[in-house]
């Protein structure tokens, strides 16, 4: 499906929901005390977030479960790409961090850790919301 433009819509989604993932990453990380309350609401968040967009391939766009799971599952991957990209940087930048490695394996290994289940369970979910029943308006 295009819209208006000529551009199909979940290109712009997946895009949007990665640097979301990667914002709501950067922002929790940043307070030093607390961390872990930090980390459970980066969680729930990214969570939302998550649901979020299945509703939205689902329910808005009408994609089938394979391909709302598949873009749910590239968001999450572009979302692991960028934070994977920023520990690099930061390990670049601060000395004490070695061996480079494995910050460059994380590049490729976050992307596919986090996308795999992602995929799965957005699977899972469209699946379940496809075999709901709708209600149709009377017109």
Known sequence: MMDA???????????????????????????????????????????????????????????????????AAMAVAAGAFLLAVAATVHAVMVPAHAPYWRYLLALVAWPIFTALPAFLVALTVAAVLARLPTKRLAG
């Open 5 to 71: 433009s000529g551009r199909q819509p979940w290109i712009r989604s997946v895009i949007l929901v990665g640097v979301l993932y990667f914002v709501v990453g950067r922002l929790f990380a940043l307070p030093s005390s607390h961390v872990s309350g930090w980390r459970l609401a980066a969680w729930v968040v990214s969570g939302a977030v998550y649901a979020a967009h299945i509703g939205y391939e689902h329910f808005r766009l009408n994609n089938s479960p394979r391909a709302t799971a598949l873009h």
